[in-house]
């Protein structure tokens, strides 16, 4: 490590976030042709949670002719640090100063970390407007979720690159590779990246369709896993079974943008499940999607890996286990305690109008087999300020409360008693999902809410929390935002906002200053839209129909449900936009 | 039966708290294959014991941990060190029946203190002096908002020059712990050294018991 590097981290806290050295880090090649910088804008422990970012690294490294590190954004102390000692922020693989890459690629998993972008950039000493850029400076890139509305982003980002990146980011290495090759000018090594599948290159073209991969099962997955210096949030292998979701929740941005859904072969998850595990030692795997036990070979795939778990003490874990497919017979034995579920709705009404296909007899179905066998604490999770929802709705969380712990006296088999944990969060409506066009409830609105379920929830023994109803708010604005929103994002940042979606760093106060001093107000962006009027995000092809949106839309006033599109097709628009992908994936689709 | 194992801990790896260390070879040791004794119950981990932490930034050759196995020392040498970080690698193990205490037996540990500049190594010196001609000496110990001053001369028990730059300070270690760093910082600031920058390295590289034999007696 460089020895000035080495010196300002003993001054910070967890210098092991920057030291490098991971296990399992590929060899940095010293003569690649591209030198390929992949960013995510927040701390090393929830950067290490990300599988995108690890995807493109370790399929970035494999090329001959790239070498990829990684920079995360440095906590408050180092870039204190930074700044003090007049040091450019650096890769953590070989603290080579971030300016001196030729692609920085970022990360976006979600808006609160906008500003966390400008940080980093300001950090490395690169000017954070895309127009101040020069050809001394890295061309930046932006993916992940939140990009499928560029808009209030396009002043800073050079590229945006939509949708999934496996091939679309292998062909901006090429592209780059061949632009240094021939000596290109920075102008034109982005018209020549603006002609690749995904990606939106701002003043070059005007309109982008989102990458979407056709057959996951060969689309690049890596085994060998960074271990990360510091314990990551989520400590474990992760195994991506599928990408994209039949259900159509209507709130859901993940559910829409990442259709159809594409399934890996249980023979090839077998193979990579056994690599992820001797590779890598963690204690736990998790196979993970957006709805894990919809997965139709799933216990084929863990009667498979089972053996494998046994010798190497491993213990699977099932994220997203949605209420009516509970599969606890091959979750980890070791901690029968904690058991989640997502109902997102208090009554039948408001579950049929968001499209959540699942009754309380569902819920109560799994509780019974789980309180059986030896279960004793549940967490609920719900949605609040949902479309049409009324104060029987919140009543609805309130009941099905009660009734879990009556049913838990009548059913458990432990003999601690029951520990309940309802969690809510605000409904924050998303591009491309049906509620796209939906308000926001107002911050009083919702701390309305909130603290009638706290006064309801806490005298009865139930641990209620909730989502600062603030910081929603501001990711209702720039989820939904539009060009203007840049300049709003750069005062914000310039206010000192950072960390954003850090609770203790939140500052509301900020980010209304910021909005006015553009003359816009909060609200205005986090109100309902008319369904006539041109979106910011409307340039970009996402795969569902704005057709299909609207008639969700309409459903869902009516309460009247649309059925799992496992179960046929439901006309959503990747079948008519994305015919090859639909064609290998969906039902319907001549691979079915 | 044990392995006991004795482990650098050099480089960037110097930089990792204690438990992420000991998170890096429980993962290392599940993925060599090793077959270790994990405790029983509600919810099973890996049995391995470790000698005290070591600051932050402070670089070693002579950690130790033991882990509860079968395999004979030489293999699991080898099995392990392929699955190591960088900076972290067993250099010695051995095979014993019972527990060797060396968190409990360790009482001293020899420091290499490297000084980066002679105006620094001159003004260590004189105070070197000092503190062994004296039966007192005190540290100021610095925690975020609080500040103790602590008599350390007992705690002091050998130190040589080993050249221009370089000492070997044996300093009590384990549950009387004088910190090699902290001493020498001291010795800068009552110089009115500026001690927010680093001056100096340091590596640890014996321990001993309270007879004054190496730890490392129990692997020959």
């Given at each position: 490590m460089k020895q000035r590097i080495a010196d300002i981290l003993l001054?910070?806290?967890?210098p092991a976030r920057y030291c490098g050295g991971e296990f399992n880090t590929p060899e940095m090649k010293r003569n690649a042709k591209l030198n390929f910088l992949m960013c995510f804008p927040d701390v090393y422990e929830v950067a290490h949670s990300n599988l995108g970012i690890k995807i493109l690294y370790y399929m970035l490294n494999a090329r001959l002719d790239t070498k990829c590190e990684t920079c995360y954004a440095p906590w408050h102390d180092l870039a204190e640090q930074l700044k003090q000692n007049s040091i450019d922020l650096f890769s953590?693989?070989?603290?080579?100063?971030?300016?001196?890459?030729d692609v920085i690629g970022f990360s976006m998993?979600?808006?609160?970390?906008y500003t966390n972008v400008l940080y980093m950039l300001e950090l490395g000493n690169?000017?954070?407007?895309?127009?101040?850029?020069?050809?001394?400076h890295p061309i930046i890139v932006a993916g992940g979720?939140?990009?499928?509305?560029?808009s209030p982003l396009v002043d800073f980002i050079d590229v945006f690159s939509i949708?999934?990146?496996?091939?679309a980011i292998n062909q901006l290495a090429e592209t780059v590779v061949y632009c240094k090759d021939n000596n290109f000018s920075r102008r034109k090594t982005l018209e020549e990246i603006s002609k690749i599948n995904g990606m939106y290159v701002p003043n070059v073209n005007t309109t982008a369709r989102r990458a979407v991969?056709?057959?996951?099962?060969?689309a690049f997955y890596p085994t060998k896993i960074q271990i990360p210096n510091v314990e990551a949030v989520h400590n474990r292998a992760v195994l991506?079974?599928?990408?994209?979701?039949?259900?159509?929740?209507?709130?859901c941005q993940a559910g829409m943008i990442y259709r159809p859904v594409r399934e890996r072969k249980v023979e090839t998850l077998k193979k990579y499940a056994k690599e992820l595990i001797i590779n890598n030692g963690f204690e736990e795997i998790s196979l993970s999607?957006?709805?894990?036990?919809?997965?139709?070979?799933l216990k084929e795939l863990l009667r498979a890996i089972k053996p494998v778990c046994d010798e190497y003490n491993v213990n699977v874990s099932l994220p997203s286990t949605r209420i009516d497919s509970f599969?606890?017979?091959?979750?980890?034995?070791?901690?029968?305690s904690s058991l989640t579920f997502a109902p997102?709705?208090?009554?039948q009404r408001m579950r049929d109008v968001i499209n959540k296909n699942v009754t309380e007899e569902d819920l109560f179905r799994s509780l019974k087999y789980a309180f059986e066998r030896g279960y004793s604490s549940v967490k609920l999770y719900f949605m609040i300020g949902?479309?049409?929802?009324?104060d029987e709705d919140i009543d609805g969380i309130i009941q099905l409360a009660k009734k879990i712990k009556q049913f838990y006296k009548a059913?458990?088999?432990?003999k601690k008693p029951l520990s309940l944990s309802i969690s809510t969060s605000t409904f924050v409506p998303k591009p491309?999902?049906?509620?796209?066009w939906e308000a926001q409830i107002s911050i009083s609105e919702t701390e309305r809410k909130q603290f009638y379920l706290k006064d309801a929830l806490r005298p009865l023994g139930i641990k209620y929390s909730y989502h600062d109803s603030r910081i929603s708010r501001i990711e209702a604005c720039l989820a939904r935002?539009?060009?203007?929103l840049g300049k709003v994002i750069y005062k914000a940042y310039k206010n000192g906002?950072?960390?954003?979606?850090?609770n203790d760093f939140f500052d509301y106060q900020k980010w209304v200053d910021a909005f006015l001093s553009e003359n816009l107000t909060i609200d205005e962006y986090a109100s309902k839209i008319d369904t006539n009027k041109t979106l910011?995000?409307?340039?970009?092809?996402?795969?569902?129909?704005k057709e299909f949106l609207l008639l969700e839309r309409e459903k869902a006033y009516k309460g009247i449900l649309t059925d799992d599109c496992?179960?046929?097709?439901?006309?959503?628009g990747i079948n008519a936009s994305f015919k090859s992908s639909f064609n290998a994936n969906c039902k319907g689709g001549a691979g079915s | 039966m044990i392995v006991l194992c004795k482990y650098t801990k050099l480089g960037s790896a110097s930089l990792l708290p204690h438990l992420d260390v000991m998170r890096c070879i429980m993962m290392a040791i599940r993925r060599s294959g090793i077959k270790v004794k994990f405790s029983e119950g509600y919810n099973p981990h890996m049995q391995l014991y470790f000698n005290q932490p070591l600051p932050l930034g402070i670089e070693s050759q002579c950690e130790y941990f033991y882990a509860i196995t079968d395999l004979d020392a030489k293999t699991f040498i080898k099995k392990l060190n392929s699955q190591m970080r960088e900076?972290?690698?067993?250099v010695k193990a051995i095979n014993l029946n019972?527990?060797?205490k060396i968190a409990k037996n360790m009482r001293f540990a020899d420091y290499l203190c490297t000084m980066r500049d002679i105006t620094y190594a001159n003004i260590v010196d004189k105070e070197i002096n000092k503190l062994l001609k004296s039966n007192e000496y005190t540290v100021t110990i610095k925690k975020r908002n609080d500040e103790t001053v602590k008599e350390i001369r007992n705690m002091v028990k050998d130190i040589k020059k080993l050249d221009d730059l370089s000492y070997c300070f044996t300093l009590s270690c384990g549950n009387e712990n004088l910190r090699a760093d902290v001493l020498i910082n001291e010795m800068l600031s009552r110089n009115?050294?500026?001690?927010?920058?680093?001056k100096f390295n340091i590596i640890k590289t014996n321990t001993y018991d309270l007879n004054g034999s190496n730890i490392d007696e129990l692997f020959n």
């Amino acid at each position: 490590m460089k020895q000035r590097i080495a010196d300002i981290l003993l001054k910070v806290d967890k210098p092991a976030r920057y030291c490098g050295g991971e296990f399992n880090t590929p060899e940095m090649k010293r003569n690649a042709k591209l030198n390929f910088l992949m960013c995510f804008p927040d701390v090393y422990e929830v950067a290490h949670s990300n599988l995108g970012i690890k995807i493109l690294y370790y399929m970035l490294n494999a090329r001959l002719d790239t070498k990829c590190e990684t920079c995360y954004a440095p906590w408050h102390d180092l870039a204190e640090q930074l700044k003090q000692n007049s040091i450019d922020l650096f890769s953590l693989e070989t603290q080579t100063p971030i300016k001196e890459f030729d692609v920085i690629g970022f990360s976006m998993q979600y808006e609160m970390s906008y500003t966390n972008v400008l940080y980093m950039l300001e950090l490395g000493n690169i000017p954070l407007f895309r127009n101040e850029r020069n050809e001394s400076h890295p061309i930046i890139v932006a993916g992940g979720p939140c990009v499928i509305n560029p808009s209030p982003l396009v002043d800073f980002i050079d590229v945006f690159s939509i949708g999934d990146g496996e091939d679309a980011i292998n062909q901006l290495a090429e592209t780059v590779v061949y632009c240094k090759d021939n000596n290109f000018s920075r102008r034109k090594t982005l018209e020549e990246i603006s002609k690749i599948n995904g990606m939106y290159v701002p003043n070059v073209n005007t309109t982008a369709r989102r990458a979407v991969v056709d057959n996951l099962d060969t689309a690049f997955y890596p085994t060998k896993i960074q271990i990360p210096n510091v314990e990551a949030v989520h400590n474990r292998a992760v195994l991506e079974i599928f990408r994209g979701c039949t259900r159509g929740c209507r709130f859901c941005q993940a559910g829409m943008i990442y259709r159809p859904v594409r399934e890996r072969k249980v023979e090839t998850l077998k193979k990579y499940a056994k690599e992820l595990i001797i590779n890598n030692g963690f204690e736990e795997i998790s196979l993970s999607s957006l709805s894990t036990c919809d997965y139709p070979n799933l216990k084929e795939l863990l009667r498979a890996i089972k053996p494998v778990c046994d010798e190497y003490n491993v213990n699977v874990s099932l994220p997203s286990t949605r209420i009516d497919s509970f599969e606890s017979e091959y979750v980890s034995k070791a901690r029968l305690s904690s058991l989640t579920f997502a109902p997102e709705a208090g009554t039948q009404r408001m579950r049929d109008v968001i499209n959540k296909n699942v009754t309380e007899e569902d819920l109560f179905r799994s509780l019974k087999y789980a309180f059986e066998r030896g279960y004793s604490s549940v967490k609920l999770y719900f949605m609040i300020g949902l479309p049409t929802e009324t104060d029987e709705d919140i009543d609805g969380i309130i009941q099905l409360a009660k009734k879990i712990k009556q049913f838990y006296k009548a059913n458990a088999t432990s003999k601690k008693p029951l520990s309940l944990s309802i969690s809510t969060s605000t409904f924050v409506p998303k591009p491309f999902t049906p509620f796209q066009w939906e308000a926001q409830i107002s911050i009083s609105e919702t701390e309305r809410k909130q603290f009638y379920l706290k006064d309801a929830l806490r005298p009865l023994g139930i641990k209620y929390s909730y989502h600062d109803s603030r910081i929603s708010r501001i990711e209702a604005c720039l989820a939904r935002g539009d060009e203007k929103l840049g300049k709003v994002i750069y005062k914000a940042y310039k206010n000192g906002c950072v960390f954003d979606s850090w609770n203790d760093f939140f500052d509301y106060q900020k980010w209304v200053d910021a909005f006015l001093s553009e003359n816009l107000t909060i609200d205005e962006y986090a109100s309902k839209i008319d369904t006539n009027k041109t979106l910011p995000w409307d340039n970009i092809e996402a795969g569902v129909s704005k057709e299909f949106l609207l008639l969700e839309r309409e459903k869902a006033y009516k309460g009247i449900l649309t059925d799992d599109c496992r179960n046929g097709c439901r006309n959503c628009g990747i079948n008519a936009s994305f015919k090859s992908s639909f064609n290998a994936n969906c039902k319907g689709g001549a691979g079915s | 039966m044990i392995v006991l194992c004795k482990y650098t801990k050099l480089g960037s790896a110097s930089l990792l708290p204690h438990l992420d260390v000991m998170r890096c070879i429980m993962m290392a040791i599940r993925r060599s294959g090793i077959k270790v004794k994990f405790s029983e119950g509600y919810n099973p981990h890996m049995q391995l014991y470790f000698n005290q932490p070591l600051p932050l930034g402070i670089e070693s050759q002579c950690e130790y941990f033991y882990a509860i196995t079968d395999l004979d020392a030489k293999t699991f040498i080898k099995k392990l060190n392929s699955q190591m970080r960088e900076g972290i690698s067993i250099v010695k193990a051995i095979n014993l029946n019972g527990d060797p205490k060396i968190a409990k037996n360790m009482r001293f540990a020899d420091y290499l203190c490297t000084m980066r500049d002679i105006t620094y190594a001159n003004i260590v010196d004189k105070e070197i002096n000092k503190l062994l001609k004296s039966n007192e000496y005190t540290v100021t110990i610095k925690k975020r908002n609080d500040e103790t001053v602590k008599e350390i001369r007992n705690m002091v028990k050998d130190i040589k020059k080993l050249d221009d730059l370089s000492y070997c300070f044996t300093l009590s270690c384990g549950n009387e712990n004088l910190r090699a760093d902290v001493l020498i910082n001291e010795m800068l600031s009552r110089n009115n050294v500026n001690t927010n920058e680093r001056k100096f390295n340091i590596i640890k590289t014996n321990t001993y018991d309270l007879n004054g034999s190496n730890i490392d007696e129990l692997f020959n």
